[in-house]
């Protein structure tokens, strides 16, 4: 079955920064990869979805990237805020939805 | 529209003991899932649902857990008897995709403590 993983568990940055998290699976057949976030007791929440016939999707200051040889696919947050700081959780899905352990993001003010 | 209800929000019960969650999900969605989520880690499917018919339950540990969908609508998560292993938050999603291939709409989860 499908496997999720994702790097790195904590990333801490300054306000104003980029944050990069990424995620690898391994069942081929997986095609659509969205992206969660989890504040502290809340519900997770979609910020972004791509599908596997898109390399790359934008959505003001997130991004994600999607390499199906290399079966990995990547966040990108660019100049962060303090409302970034949440638990974020990438996915894979060939039939369910399959998510990695998450990402712990610190925006430093 | 209303969003993914989930009762009860808190429950604290000792081990052995048994506990019943219920889910209404959003109206019109055919797929409902179950995600048991253990602090500090992500979501772990426990069972999909595709209208009142089972499409994965194969993480669902079966002597001790049991889910249905009655009429497609409504589900209920049940464990019995509990074990120490099981505190956790159990979250109900649905989602228009049978196939999991659009976003999930998650409910605001039902905290488990067992002691």
């Known amino acids: 079955g499908e496997n999720v993983e994702q790097h790195p568990s904590t990333l801490s940055v300054q306000e104003g920064d980029s944050a990069v998290i990424k995620c690898t699976y391994s069942?081929?057949?997986?095609?659509?990869f969205p992206w969660y976030k989890q504040e502290l007791g809340k519900r997770p929440q979609l910020i972004i979805d791509i599908r596997s016939n898109v390399g790359e999707k934008k959505d003001q200051r997130i991004a994600v990237t999607l390499n199906k040889t290399a079966k990995h696919f990547s966040l990108h947050i660019t100049e962060t805020q303090p409302e970034d700081s949440a638990v974020y959780f990438c996915a894979a899905s060939p039939v369910k939805a399959i998510f990695g352990a998450g990402t712990r993001l610190f925006v430093k003010a | 529209e209303a969003g993914v209800a989930q009762s009860p929000r808190y429950k604290i019960i000792e081990k052995r003991q048994s506990v019943a969650f219920w889910c209404n999900p959003i109206s019109g969605h055919a797929t409902l899932y179950w995600y048991q989520q253990i602090l500090g880690q992500g979501p772990k499917l426990l069972i999909q649902f595709q209208n009142n018919g089972v499409v994965d339950d194969s993480q669902l540990p079966k002597d001790r857990f049991s889910a249905e969908r009655l009429k497609g609508v409504d589900s209920t998560l049940k464990i019995q008897p509990a074990k120490l292993e099981d505190s956790a938050v159990y979250l109900c999603?649905?989602?228009?995709?049978?196939?999991?291939?659009?976003?999930?709409?998650f409910g605001e989860g039902s905290r488990l403590t067992v002691l």
């Open positions: 999603a649905s989602s228009w995709d049978r196939r999991a291939h659009g976003e999930l709409f």
């Open positions: 069942d081929s057949a997986s095609n659509y």
